[in-house]
Nanobody, 120 residues
């Protein structure tokens, strides 16, 4: 089993910043892509940013230039630096990881989510 634990969410004023973290632990042989998704009330979950094991990144158009995804492979941790936050960034942010476990099987895992609220 693999667990993803997120931290770093909170309440911030528009224009502010937050740094989200997600640490993976458990039966991990390797981690392929890692990403952050978000889900606002009444809306579908959407991809915010993703990063491969080699460091290639992909961002939603709505966050380009404001958010930065990074990872520390030695710590099995992915980060999301969020700057210039807007009220429309308010959502529950979820971490996702594609993990090859010690049996060499590939699974996708989700964290429990962390709330980000941006006040105007």
């Amino acid at each position: 089993q693999v667990q993803l634990v997120e931290s770093g969410g909170g309440l911030v004023q528009a224009g502010g910043s937050l740094r989200l973290s997600c640490a993976a632990s458990g039966s991990i042989f390797s981690i392929n892509a890692m990403g952050w998704y978000r889900q606002a009330p009444g809306k579908q979950r959407e991809l915010v940013a993703a990063i491969t094991s080699g460091g290639s990144t992909n961002y939603a158009d709505s966050v380009k230039g404001r958010f930065t995804i990074s990872r520390d492979n030695a710590k099995n941790t992915v980060y999301l630096q969020t700057n210039s936050l807007k009220p429309e960034d308010t959502a529950v942010y979820y971490c996702n990881a594609e993990v090859t476990d010690h049996t060499r099987r590939l699974f996708g895992y989700w964290g429990q989510g962390t709330q980000v609220t941006v006040s105007s």
